[in-house]
């Protein structure tokens, strides 16, 4: 079955930049989302087809993809940017898969 | 403004039944895709099933199939899913999402006794 792979903590100063990995465990054939989901509230897209930004979403949000991984860069992360974040991806344009999610820790 | 609202959540025995419901207003209803979401206490997002702009075609994550149907009206613009036998390990905040970009603010289900 078709899987997304991110690591479950990552963590920052304010200031620095985060990364947060997404592996897909085939060849790229579908562009991948990443939603910010903050506790008792809903997910939120921030990124989609790999690196496009939605309206809204502050420029130090950004993403890139190479062979089978998509990454979720937070250039000079903020404390209000400490969340849970999910990569997600169609699964032959049809079905969708979430990764596990990446807490996200700013401190 | 796209909004999403569900309902339809509450508490249910294991398989029995409940039919959620999610009403929608800020686009065009009958242009999206539209699917549910679900996250199981202290849990990752799970994807459930989703349905084409005109119903004719439907997805299913393996675990639902056979248990619960997705559904729109789109003279309503309203989703469905309507969940039989239903298990403890569908208990859940089900998010109704449009075009994989929009998402309510969830309606809980739980299963139990």
């Known amino acids: 079955s078709y899987e997304l792979t991110q690591p479950s903590s990552v963590s920052v100063s304010p200031g620095q930049t985060a990364r947060i990995t997404c592996s897909r465990d085939?060849?790229?054939?579908?562009?991948a989302r990443w939603f910010q989901q903050k506790p008792g509230q809903a997910p939120v897209l921030v990124m989609y087809k790999d690196s496009e930004r939605p309206s809204g979403i502050p420029e130090r949000f950004s993403g890139s993809s190479s062979g089978t991984t998509v990454t979720l860069t937070i250039s000079g992360a903020q404390v209000e940017d400490e969340a849970e974040y999910y990569c997600?991806?169609?699964?032959?344009?049809?079905?969708?898969?979430f990764g596990g999610g990446t807490k996200l820790t700013v401190l | 403004e796209v909004q999403l609202v569900e309902s339809g959540g509450g508490l249910v025995q294991p398989g029995g039944s409940l039919r959620l419901s999610c009403a929608a207003s800020?686009?065009?209803?009958?242009?999206?895709?539209m699917t549910w979401v679900r996250q199981a206490p202290g849990k990752g997002l799970e994807w459930v099933a989703n349905i084409k702009q005109d119903g004719s075609e439907k997805y299913y994550m393996d675990s639902v199939k056979g248990r619960f149907t997705i559904s729109r009206d789109n003279a309503k613009n309203s989703l469905y899913l309507q969940m039989n036998s239903l298990r403890a390990d569908d208990t859940a905040v089900y998010y109704c999402v449009a075009y994989n970009t929009y998402w309510g603010q969830g309606t809980l289900v739980t299963v139990s006794s």
């Open positions: 800020g686009f065009i209803f009958s242009r999206y895709w």
């Open positions: 997600f991806s169609a699964v032959d344009n049809n079905r969708g898969v």
């Open positions: 085939e060849l790229a054939k579908q562009y």
